[in-house]
Structure formats: structure tokens, C-alpha cells
């Protein structure tokens, strides 16, 4: 859905719209060209696989543990307001490993080393993960665009953010952890419902604990002035395409735990052409730090 676009006490004109591998004990380093990738310390679960379960059944005496919940949301892309709605859920048949071993995203992209800061938005898996030279830093579910209100895809940074802002496509839907990153169609990523399928005005709906990590993590562009951006934000990839008229697609997890996989080959095709441009984004916002310490 749409928000309200405000920068650096600027108002600006918002037009009316929508809004793995197995990493042991420790901190594993993987050498290349003088590079090194350092993966965060994570578990992995001895049976990765997935089972369907009766929604209501399993919460009866699952809701209060927290660590099944928070993985039982992120597999099913929703939230503990909607689950209950649902007839039936996939849930994992071993919750000790870490969300990143549940979710499609590789935990480590060699093509991003020389990236310091990047998030992806999947349609397709209707999840997002976050980058720091190569390493999943942070994964989760979300819910973007409707088959009405398409999330647009392709190279986006991060703008300008608000704890809390009002929608422009209904001043009713209040926007927490809003951070834009296409300001003149209002679209951004912030904390909304998840009902469990792409349903926002154009945006990426988060859980609220995942918008605030994301409205900590990513940068805010730098004006010049009004019209001028002086350094751009956090770059921000939106891929893929999602199918409105079949079934959920993480429902295929239950036959083969595999089936939503993004793997390294793949993320490094998605980014190839917006390279370039992140790098020059990147140096450029090292130039101005420089110059701003001097």
C-alpha cells in the first residue's frame, strides 16, 4: 500500500496509489580474491522437511511456544493475527534449526562480496533477505503485491523512512516501520497484515519485528535539495513473478522441502544488470563519508 512521502523534513509529492549449506560451530570464513565472506553461527535442523497439519489442532497446544510459532508464521508467510483463519498449515518435523534454514534464500552469495549492504524481495517465495558482503544477515515472510496491485520489480534503494506514517490510498491503514524505496508511487516496505498471499497496494508487507530490524538495518538516501538526491540508499531487488491462480506455492514444501529454493547461481543472475549501478551507488555514498569527516 501507499504511504506518505516525507524526507528530511521535506514534503514531497506522492502520487495516489497502493502502497543450504550447513554452517557449523562458530564463524566459518570462505576465501576468494582477497574476500572473505563471514557467515553469522546458525543450526541446522536434522530433518528439514515439512509435514500439513489442522491449523486449529496444532495451535491448541503449540501457540504459547514461541520458536515454533515464529517458524510456523514465516513458513506459512503470515502473521499470529491470520493463522488462526486458516484450515490447515505447514509446519517443519524438526524446529531446531535457525529460520534461515526454513526459508528459500542461500545463506551465502559469492557475486555479492564487494556488496556492503543489499535486501532482496522475492515474489515468487513471497519472502525478503538481507546481504552484508555476501552473508544472509536476516530472513523472512512477507506479502507484497496483489494480482490488481502489482508490486513493481527490478532495482530500487531505500529513501526516506518514518516509524509511522498514513497510507495515501486510505488514511484509515496506519504504516509502522515505513521505508520507501519508490517515492513517487509510494511504495515501500513496513509493518502490515499478513494474511498469507500477496494482498498489499504495491507494497511489501512485513511482520513487525522484521520492519524494524529492516528500518534499523537499511540507509536513508541523502537530499541535495528537493528534487536532488545527493546519495542513494540501500539498494533494494525485487524479483520474480508470483502465480495468483494456483495454490500457495510453499505448499509444495510438504512433498519436497526444496522446491522454493533460491540457490547462490540464481541471486547472482537476478542481480548481474543492477551491479554496476550499486557499486557506483556504493562508492559515491563512501565519497561522501569521506568528505564529511575531512
Not at 530472513?139 to 516509524?163: C, I, Y
Given at each position: ?7 528530511f523534513g521535506l514534503i514531497l509529492l506522492v502520487t495516489l ?263 557506483t551507488a556504493q562508492d559515491n555514498r563512501k565519497a ?7
Amino acid at each position: 500500500m501507499k504511504n506518505t512521502a516525507v524526507a528530511f523534513g521535506l514534503i514531497l509529492l506522492v502520487t495516489l496509489g497502493s502502497c543450504k549449506e550447513k554452517v557449523g560451530e562458530g564463524v566459518e570464513h570462505v576465501e576468494k580474491e582477497n574476500t572473505k565472506i563471514i557467515l553469522p553461527t546458525r543450526t541446522a535442523p536434522k530433518d528439514p522437511s515439512f509435514t500439513m497439519v489442522l491449523t486449529k489442532e496444532w495451535l491448541a497446544s503449540n501457540k504459547e511456544d514461541e520458536q515454533k510459532m515464529n517458524l510456523v508464521l514465516a513458513a506459512n508467510r503470515t502473521d499470529a493475527t491470520h493463522i488462526s483463519t486458516m484450515d490447515s498449515i505447514i509446519v517443519p518435523k524438526d524446529f531446531s534449526g535457525d529460520i534461515a534454514y526454513y526459508l528459500p534464500f542461500p545463506l551465502e552469495v559469492q557475486g555479492l562480496q564487494k556488496v556492503n549492504k543489499i535486501i532482496f524481495f522475492s515474489y515468487a517465495t513471497q519472502t525478503f533477505a538481507t546481504y552484508e558482503k555476501g552473508a544472509l544477515t536476516h530472513t523472512g515472510p512477507t506479502n507484497m503485491g496483489s494480482k490488481k496491485h502489482k508490486t513493481p520489480t527490478g532495482l530500487f534503494f531505500s529513501n526516506w523512512k518514518a516509524e509511522e506514517t498514513i497510507s495515501t490510498f486510505d488514511d484509515e491503514w496506519e504504516l509502522k516501520w515505513n521505508f520507501n524505496v519508490e517515492n513517487l508511487e509510494g511504495i515501500g516496505w513496513h509493518e502490515y497484515s499478513l494474511p498469507g498471499y500477496p494482498a498489499s497496494h504495491s507494497c511489501m508487507r512485513l511482520q513487525e519485528k522484521d520492519a524494524k530490524v529492516l528500518y534499523e538495518w537499511a540507509d536513508q538516501w541523502v537530499l541535495a535539495d528537493a528534487e536532488t538526491v545527493k546519495v542513494k540508499g540501500t539498494p533494494t531487488v525485487i524479483f520474480g513473478t508470483y502465480d495468483f491462480e494456483a495454490k500457495k506455492p510453499w505448499l509444495k514444501l510438504v512433498q519436497d522441502p526444496k522446491a522454493l529454493t533460491i540457490t547462490s547461481a540464481e541471486l547472482e543472475t537476478v542481480v548481474a544488470p543492477f551491479l554496476s549501478e550499486i557499486y557506483t551507488a556504493q562508492d559515491n555514498r563512501k565519497a561522501q563519508k569521506e568528505v564529511a569527516v575531512k
